[in-house]
């Protein structure tokens, strides 16, 4: 597929909206539009019980509440293992001994440019309060992992990126 022409059409503060006329392999030319985002970073933290971290917040685009792991944007210049701790620490106010990257995925590849990498994080401790963005509202608690990955499995879980990062981990547990 070749470019032809790009045009911006909204630019906000998380993401830009592009209207590219481009040329497909068959010779057709034809539009596409995509939306461009910043990359996000999501952590499974365990403790030493298997016990799991998780949010809830009110997420303004599908008009209610989600229950989701810690996660949030990855900030320009940013290696996605720090934005991880980063969001972790914000979010919870726990750290953790052990990182691994689980999986990094592009969660609706035909409408957005979006990756997020999703980190597993080991042997947690609560080392301050969390400290949340301005316009950030959410509680943290703790879950069982098998409690949690039965919701998943049962279909009560609506986060992908929860979704995912759970089934991944599973292997690790």
Sequence with gaps: ???????????????????????LENGVETYRESVRHRNAVAVVALDEENHLLMVEQYRYPIGGKLVELPAGL?????????????ELAEETGYEAEHWQLLTEFYPSGGVHDEKIYI????????????????????????T?????????QDGEVQDGKTIIGILMAQKFI
């Design 1 to 23: 597929m070749e470019k032809l022409d790009s045009q911006e059409v909204y630019k906000g503060v998380i993401i830009r909206v592009e209207k590219d006329r481009v040329r």
């Design 144 to 152: 069982l992992f098998g409690d949690l990955l039965k919701k998943v």
């Design 119 to 142: 980190y597993l994080a080991r042997k947690i401790k609560q080392t301050a309060e969390p400290h949340l963005d301005g316009d950030e509202i959410l509680t943290s608690h703790k």
């Design 74 to 86: 990855i900030d320009e210049g940013e290696e996605p293992l720090e934005a991880a701790k980063r």
